[in-house]
């Protein structure tokens, strides 16, 4: 087997410090600094499992056409991201993580829409696991998935964060 090369960067944003990394192929992983308190050793460590060479690379392509999208994104400009992803996963979660990419800017869907729209009903709590474990947000907008009583949910990058990008998308 192969190893792969796997670069990663951070860059600063309104939500707090973010970690970027890609592979050859594309975007593998954007995580908030909560997740690893803020030190980057767990996402790193996360990243390392999978037999890939991590390595720090301000200046990978994708990861700095990460950055410029983000900065846009979070100036207002950009609605949508134009970018390789690495998704290697072919499972039920993966399929809701596709999905996720098609709920326009500044719209929400409940985790009962979204289990509704891959076409598992009754797969609400999966759709939930599935919006928690992305390990994309932000680009992939896990964000705009509520519950179905309207409220918030969870965030891998906290409810603030959560609160944040849905205030940004809707204008206020």
């Given at each position: 087997m192969t190893?792969?090369?796997?670069?990663?960067?951070?860059?600063?944003?309104?939500?707090g410090r973010l970690?970027?990394?890609?592979s050859p192929t594309g975007l593998v992983r954007v995580a908030f600094g909560s997740e690893s308190s803020g030190d980057w050793g767990?996402?790193?460590d996360e990243l390392a499992a999978s037999g890939a060479t991590v390595t720090e690379d301000p200046a990978d392509a994708t990861l700095t056409a990460t950055a410029t999208q983000l900065d846009e994104y979070f100036a207002?400009?950009?609605?949508?991201?134009?970018?390789?992803?690495?998704?290697?996963?072919?499972?039920f979660r993966q399929h809701v993580q596709q999905y996720l990419s098609t709920i326009p800017y500044?719209?929400?869907?409940?985790?009962?829409?979204?289990?509704e729209a891959v076409g598992n009903p009754k797969a609400?709590?999966?759709?939930?696991?599935?919006?928690?474990t992305n390990p994309l947000p932000v680009i992939v907008p896990c964000h705009r998935v509520l519950r179905t009583d309207g409220g918030l949910g969870g965030y891998r990058g906290g409810t603030d964060a959560k609160k944040f990008l849905l205030a940004l998308e809707s204008g206020h």
């Open positions: 190893s792969t090369t796997i670069a990663w960067r951070t860059v600063g944003s309104p939500i970690l970027l990394a890609s767990t996402v790193l207002g400009t950009r609605r949508d991201f134009d970018l390789p992803l690495d998704r290697p996963d072919r499972t500044g719209r929400t869907a409940t985790y009962r829409e979204v289990a609400v709590r999966a759709v939930g696991t599935a919006c928690a």
